[in-house]
């Protein structure tokens, strides 16, 4: 052995001793600290003093050195920012190429204060003291964050998205080469890795996780992932210089502090609020929380961890929100249901009562009986749509949904249709002085032909995808305890059978609105077509309104309930008012008891001149020549016959018509029109294939209920007579009005 390496080991030996001897003598130990600047860790006040997790330790040790009969003091002074530079000052290698510091210059620290991670090269440089705290790497995220988010830096690396690490640290080389495929920012600062982390720059923060813990205590707008990975462990570093006895008393105080849980009280402090012990809660810990249910949080608030329970203990269970009908919706569908029976019960009444009047016979009671039932079967669909189950069902009420509503439509609407068809076409052949027969059982065909497509439609719905009641979780919680959810009737292809009803229900309004036009000028007595076409332009105005709300208010039960009811109580109750109501108001005013004379010849001359096609009519003017007289005169007495035979009531008056500016003077023999046939071989119908007129009064016609019916048209001639210089004929039939 060289004497200088002797030499040397003797004076270390000598000075450790006599470095032993003064602190047991004295009882006196004078350390000192380079503190780094690391909140929580360690803060430098403005008055040049120190605060945070680490100063406060070095206090406590102080009470624990004094229990030991020493008096411990801590010089602190700042140590240089970096870790590596402070670590160096206190190394073992000092003035070496690797730690090229001046000797005077490792001199002047005992121990460094800082959270340093213990390492294997680091270990081999300087001593360690104990492990005072345990740590991991971990992420903060933003709470506020817009699009997608991360708890773990393996999903921010799955979607190559960047993460904010702090420059030049172990930390951000060992998440650097754990993580390659993301991008990073590296940061000057914590503060500055928090301000890009805001300003979305990158998704994630990743550091110490005390680090980040502290952070989030501070600013509630961040919270940490819950990434956990390369567990770290914090220790001080210090010099070899201060000798084995100041090392092992150092450690010893440093144990001290673990045993008797001074490090755990400065971790709640400073890391994470200490909460009240599970069972308890309030200011100070006295009050019951549910063990099973809740737990207190930083506050002193017992705090349920699940949705399903709730009160100030948690002892309360959460009922699950089934979204079922309020009581007040079911009185309001009760309500439209019962005000529309109502009605439907005083029509019908009101049309048995009433059934021999010549309105009401001519408005032809048996159909407006089919209008009323088609209102009560559609109005029965507000019925079922409260039919509901708090589970997973059946509701067999499912399957008559559509059932009751679009038969109801059709037999409705059907109906009015038909009855308008029928009207029109007793009056055009009235027009052409031809026959038609337009019995009810051909009505009736029509209505069923409407009502047979619907049935058809329904039934292969109903066999092929019918409608079942379907409940689905809206919100659950933690444990998947369902909280919310709604139930429905619904099927797999309920788009293609609703669409194909509203095709069929949309091209009989629509054929409908045509017919109305056809007839406007028919009076009401015979037709309701003005009525109806209210009728049709409310209909359409409910759905292009209630349509979209339904598709706003989407599966939510309450808000669907009520605007299908009320667009079918809508419905029903314009049919109601507008046919029933004008029928009654006509019958109590005697209004609209127009002669058949003045309806045919309103509809002939305004509303049918190009459906009307009437041969033109010869007549001999004194000179022997034939002329014909024009369309309009051709309308006119066309009318004026048919009135003359079938609508008159005031005898021996005459009819003055303006024929356009002609002067003529001629005879016009009525026996140019076919002559009737017997009562016996009317009976209020009439054929178009027979090509004759037949005499029945239009009103006995029009109306199922009336009985056969017939007049007889006189042989004798009736005069047409014009002045010269006259621009009105003059018409007149004996015995007519």
């Known amino acids: 052995m ?7 080991a003797a004076l270390v ?65 700042d140590a240089p920012a970096q870790y590596g530079s402070a670590l160096d000052l206190i190394a073992n290698d000092c003035n070496t190429t690797e730690n090229p510091n001046l000797l005077q210059d490792c001199r002047k620290f005992d121990l460094i204060v800082g959270d340093y991670y213990c390492n294997p090269s680091r270990s081999v440089r300087i001593d360690f003291t104990p492990t005072w705290l345990r740590t991991t790497m971990s992420g903060l995220k933003y709470v506020h964050r817009g699009g997608r988010g991360y708890d773990t ?20 080389n060992v998440v650097m080469e754990k993580y390659p495929r993301a991008s990073y920012y590296k940061c000057p600062s914590p503060l500055d890795c928090i301000e890009k982390l805001k300003s979305g720059t990158c998704a994630l923060y990743v550091d110490d996780e005390l680090q980040l813990r502290y952070r989030a205590m501070e600013d509630l707008d961040v919270e940490v992932g819950r990434d956990d990975f390369n567990t770290q462990y914090i220790v001080w570093p210090m010099s070899y210089n201060i000798g084995y006895n100041m090392s092992q008393a150092m450690k010893k105080w440093m144990y001290s502090a673990v045993a008797n849980a001074t490090l755990d009280e400065l971790y709640y402090t400073y890391f994470e609020v200490k909460t009240c012990p599970i069972g308890t809660a309030g200011e100070n810990c006295t009050d019951y929380c549910d063990p099973k249910h809740g737990q207190a949080n930083r506050d002193g608030l017992c705090v349920c961890e699940s949705n399903s329970w709730t009160g100030k203990d948690c002892s309360v269970e959460v009922q699950e929100d089934l979204q079922l009908l309020s009581p007040a919706l079911i009185i309001v569908g009760y309500t439209f249901f019962g005000i529309n029976v109502a009605i439907v019960m005083f029509c019908a009444v009101w049309l048995l009562l009433k059934r021999n009047w010549p309105q009401v016979r001519v408005a032809q009671p048996f159909f407006l009986g089919l209008v009323l039932l088609g209102v009560l079967v559609s109005q029965a669909t507000i019925l079922v749509l409260m039919r509901e189950d708090p589970g997973d069902g059946p509701v067999p009420a499912c399957v008559t949904i559509p059932w009751f509503y679009s038969v109801g439509f059709c037999i409705t609407y059907g109906t009015l249709f038909a009855k308008i068809r029928r009207v029109h076409r007793l009056f055009r052949a009235s027009a052409r002085m031809v026959r ?14 409407v009502l047979f497509i619907d049935v058809i439609i329904l039934s292969v719905w109903t066999g092929v995808d019918q409608l079942y009641w379907e409940r689905t979780v809206l919100m659950t919680d933690v444990y998947r305890n369902p909280l919310s959810s709604q139930g429905y009737c619904t099927s797999d292809h ?117 459906s009307v096609n009437l041969s033109s009519h010869s007549i001999t003017n004194d ?23 079938y609508g008159s009531s005031d005898k021996g008056e005459c009819s003055q018509e303006h024929v356009g500016g002609r002067r003529i003077s001629s005879q016009y023999s009525l026996n140019d029109i076919p002559e009737p046939l017997d009562d016996d071989d009317t009976n209020g119908e009439y054929d178009e294939e027979e090509g004759v007129t037949n005499p029945a009064s239009l009103d006995a016609a029009l109306s199922t209920e009336a009985d056969d019916a017939s007049e007889s048209i006189s042989d004798e001639q009736g005069s047409f007579q014009s002045e010269a210089g006259n621009n009105e004929h003059s018409v007149c039939y004996p015995g007519s009005n």
Not at 501 to 524: D, E, N, Q, S
Not at 623 to 638: T, Y
């Open 2 to 8: 060289r004497p200088r390496f002797i030499f040397s």
């Open 13 to 77: 030996l000598l000075f450790d001793v006599c470095r032993c001897d003064v602190f047991e003598l004295r009882k006196k130990l004078s350390l000192r600290a380079g503190v780094l600047h690391a909140p929580p860790f360690a803060i430098r006040n403005d008055d040049g003093t120190y605060a945070g997790f680490q100063p406060d330790l070095l206090d406590r040790l102080k009470i624990f050195a004094a229990e030991d009969g020493v008096d411990l003091e801590f010089v602190l002074s």
């Open 153 to 172: 830096m393996m999903q921010l690396e799955a979607a190559e998205d960047t993460a904010c690490v702090p420059d030049g640290t172990y930390l951000m």
């Open 436 to 449: 038609a027969r337009v019995t009810a059982k051909d009505t009736l065909l029509q209505i069923g032909s």
């Open 494 to 610: 309920w788009p293609v059978f609703v669409g194909l009803i509203a095709t069929l229900h949309f091209g009989l309004l629509a054929v409908a609105c045509y017919m109305c036009y056809v007839t406007r000028h028919i009076p009401a007595k015979f037709s309701e077509g003005q009525y109806l076409s209210l009728v049709m332009l409310s209909n359409l105005q409910i759905f292009l309104i209630g349509i979209p709300v339904l598709v706003i208010a989407g599966t939510d039960p309450a808000s669907s309930f009520f605007v299908r009811s009320a667009i079918i109580f809508i419905n029903n109750l314009v049919v109601l008012g507008l046919i029933f109501g004008n029928l009654i108001y006509s019958v109590m005013t005697n209004r609209g008891n127009v002669s058949t004379r003045s309806a045919i010849s309103s509809f002939v001359s305004q509303g049918d001149r190009n």
């Open 623 to 645: 000179s022997g020549h034939r002329e014909n007289i024009d369309n309009q005169a051709n309308v006119l007495s066309a009318s004026n016959h048919w009135a003359a035979a």
